[in-house]
């Protein structure tokens, strides 16, 4: 009994940091979202890599440029502990206001994150965004995280980063089935 109900608050735990994700992005909390990581930790959002300060810093410097507001929404989840490792699976639907054009950019996908319980708690060490849709004016010949990404008009190095990271995939070929999660090195800024 007493580990299931261990097994049951590492859960809770995981959830709740997932689920404090999204308010901190949306409220541009920086304190609130860099709670959500692990000081080392490796953010691979597809056209950004690098660790939690430097994800910050981008994540509100866009979404002040963008938005007016939005919202990350998160929808299915799915995680699979091992002792103090997690590997969780976590869809997502966001929707911003534009400042400019459409008023509504919309875009769905997953978050793959390995969580760690370091010191009693649990934060993510490597987070994996897949981008999995968007509207776009027409059916593409293939998925490309690169059309799939509320932000339009990218430069070359942009469009790059994004095709060389992690695709849309309906296999076992899917980045979430990688153990353990992990960044390839060569998408990591030079330091």
């Keep these: 009994m007493e580990r299931a109900v261990a097994e049951l608050q590492d859960r809770q735990a995981i959830h709740d940091c997932l689920m404090t994700y999204s308010r901190a992005v949306d409220r541009l909390d920086r304190e609130l979202l860099l709670s959500v990581y692990h000081p080392d930790a490796i953010d691979d959002h597809g056209v ?4 939690p300060e430097e994800f910050a810093d981008w994540a509100f410097a866009m979404h002040r440029a963008t938005h007016l507001s939005h919202q990350h929404c998160v929808l299915n989840h799915t995680c699979e502990l091992d002792g103090d490792v997690a590997h969780t699976e976590t869809y997502y639907l966001f929707v911003g206001m534009n400042r400019a054009g459409t008023p509504l950019a919309m875009s769905g996908g997953r978050y793959l994150d390995r969580l760690e319980k370091r010191a009693g708690r649990w934060a993510i060490a490597v987070r994996v965004c897949v981008r999995d849709w ?4 027409e059916v ?9 990404t509320v932000v339009k008009d990218l430069d070359d190095r942009t ?10 995939r309906r296999d076992r070929d899917d980045a979430s089935y990688r153990r353990p999660l992990h960044v390839d090195p060569a998408r990591l800024p030079a330091r």
């Design 134 to 137: 968007a509207p776009l004016p």
């Design 140 to 148: 593409p010949e293939r998925l490309d995280a690169a059309a799939m």
């Design 48 to 51: 950004f890599v690098g660790g």
């Design 159 to 168: 469009t790059q980063l994004l095709r060389s990271g992690a695709q849309p």
